[in-house]
């Protein structure tokens, strides 16, 4: 995926705000299942802001982790949506979701082990194949780890990339979020991924749960995120960032805010590299 | 069955049911292991909820916080989600409901259905105008695509609406049999109840009917001339409505 600049995800709440004037936002990213439905506003609104910005489909049901089949009718409607609105990129998250022809709706953690390196690389070729492109895999947040893993989460992110050769979209509130639940160092993590393969920044906000952090992206960037993220745009100069907001969105105006605050911290981040 | 496939049952079976064969396969001690997996078991019930509360916010309302969350978890042990959006969970709560709250459900679940069905265009009078008289006996005309019919047999459509004009809710009324017709013109979502001899004109239009179908039907009741006039009247309200489909 190009260098995009700086986008948000697009919310219902904020379509005709969105279409309305122009705004600081260089691109959008768009949940791929919510655009899966035959006609009527959703795909209104979308073909309408398609004429105006680079969109890119974040996918939330690809499942890639599971073991249960690959669910191919899902994927030939992910492939036809694209065909519709020509993005930018087509990303889902390194996780699972279900098995059993069940769909927990949540994005579940796998096993840091050779098995499910091997089990997820095989899967993204066949994906990759159908969509006739790379795809973009993000890291999710995780609140358990499991015993016998064979290796770190950084390093199971970077394996699984380089064997499925597929992209990375990297979410930097999520390194931050599992450095705290399972004690790692978040800049390790990190300078761990390889490169070229990092084609995307999400951020977004988290809670607290006692000793642990749950991504809820219901608040602002927080900052311990922020300075994160001053280390990932210097090194990940081929990534385009994003700010995610689902639950307590505030005006389009606030998150226009918020993501010149991500320009800002960019640019002297990289002059500081430079 | 591998490893992977193994961890993954049981993590499934620990988030549907609160199975703790899970648990020693989690980093950490006990207490944490409970409470971490404790996040994933409240993130699965919460997600649902909200997504049956996005479907059904009339019924929310007229139930209470608290009774609709009732109805959410009982449907949610006994529905787990298959779809791959979860816009399509939910579709039989109206199984854990009864009289107008079962209605007031399968309501919310149609205009749902109606708000992204599959977009059509609409056959216009200059259509119409365009067809020369002797083409019409045999004209066939078809429902727009976004068309859905209900039947209600309490006041669950005048509930909603008043819910949704944020003005009290009418008291329960005795029984009384009403069909609706639920369509969408452009992107707004419309709605009117219809006469009975009305739904089978539309009901025989699905069957693929002629013009001249409908009139023979009508003339069963009235005068060969009257059903003409009738089905010509309905005609054109159809199709100011944006009910017959343009096209085949
Ligand atoms: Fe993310």
Redesign the pocket.
């Known amino acids: 995926m190009r260098q995009l600049g700086f986008g948000l995800g697009l919310r219902p709440d904020h379509y005709d705000a969105v279409l309305d004037g122009a705004h600081r936002i260089d691109w959008f990213e768009v949940t791929t299942e919510n655009y899966l439905v035959p006609g009527g506003k959703p795909l209104h609104y979308l073909e309408r802001l398609r004429e105006r910005y680079p969109l890119v489909m974040?996918g939330v049901s690809l499942s890639i982790g599971s073991t249960a089949p690959l669910d191919f009718a899902y994927l030939h409607s992910v492939r036809e949506l694209a065909r519709r609105i020509e993005p930018e990129g087509i990303s889902d998250?390194l996780c699972w979701t279900g098995v059993d022809g069940v769909n927990l709706h949540d994005l579940l953690p796998l096993p840091h082990t050779d098995e499910a390196i091997e089990h997820v690389a095989a899967r993204v070729r066949q994906v990759q194949d159908v969509l006739g492109r790379r795809i973009m895999l993000?890291n999710?947040?995780s609140y358990v780890s499991f015993r016998g893993a064979q290796m770190s989460e950084s390093g199971f992110v970077a394996a699984v990339s380089e064997a499925a050769d597929c992209l990375l979209?990297l979410?930097v509130?999520?390194v931050y979020v599992n450095s705290v639940n399972h004690g790692f160092d978040p800049v390790s993590y990190l300078n761990a991924l390889p490169v070229e393969r990092v084609r995307q920044l999400?951020l977004?906000g988290h809670s607290r749960r006692g000793h642990l952090l749950v991504?809820t992206?219901d608040a602002p960037v927080a900052d311990a995120v922020w300075r994160l993220y001053e280390v990932a745009a210097a090194r990940f100069v081929h990534a385009s960032t994003m700010i995610?907001r689902d639950d307590r969105i505030p005006p389009l105006a606030d998150l226009v805010d918020e993501l010149d605050h991500a320009r800002r911290l960019a640019a002297s981040a990289l002059e500081a590299a430079a | 069955m591998t490893h992977l496939a193994t961890l993954q049952a049981q993590i499934q079976q620990r988030v549907l049911r609160g199975d703790t064969a899970i648990e020693p396969q989690v980093a950490g001690r006990a207490q944490d292991v409970a409470l971490r997996l404790g996040i994933y078991e409240h993130a699965y019930r919460a997600r649902l909820k909200e997504a049956l509360g996005m479907a059904y916010p009339v019924l929310r309302e007229c139930l209470g916080r608290d009774a609709f969350d009732a109805v959410a978890t009982a449907y949610i042990d006994s529905a787990p989600p298959t779809h791959r959006s979860i816009r399509w969970y939910g579709a039989a709560l109206h199984r854990e409901l009864r009289g107008m709250h079962a209605e007031l459900a399968r309501w919310e679940w149609l205009l749902g259905e109606v708000f992204d069905a599959a977009d059509d265009r609409a056959l216009t009078e200059a259509d119409l105008a365009r067809l020369a008289p002797t083409d019409w006996p045999a004209l066939r005309l078809r429902l727009h695509r976004t068309v859905r019919f209900c039947e209600t047999t309490t006041n669950a459509v005048a509930c909603w609406q008043a819910a949704a004009a944020l003005v009290p809710l009418p008291p329960p009324r005795d029984p009384e049999r009403l069909w609706w017709v639920v369509w969408r013109r452009d992107v707004s979502t419309r709605f009117r109840s219809t006469p009975l001899d009305e739904v089978r004109a539309f009901m025989r239009l699905g069957a693929g009917a002629t013009f001249a179908d409908l009139c023979a039907d009508l003339a069963r009741d009235m005068t060969g001339r009257e059903a003409a006039m009738r089905a010509a009247t309905w005609l054109k309200r159809w199709i100011g409505e944006g009910l017959i489909g343009r096209g085949c």
């Open positions: 974040h998250h993000e999710v947040s979209l979410d509130n999520n999400h977004a991504d992206h995610e």
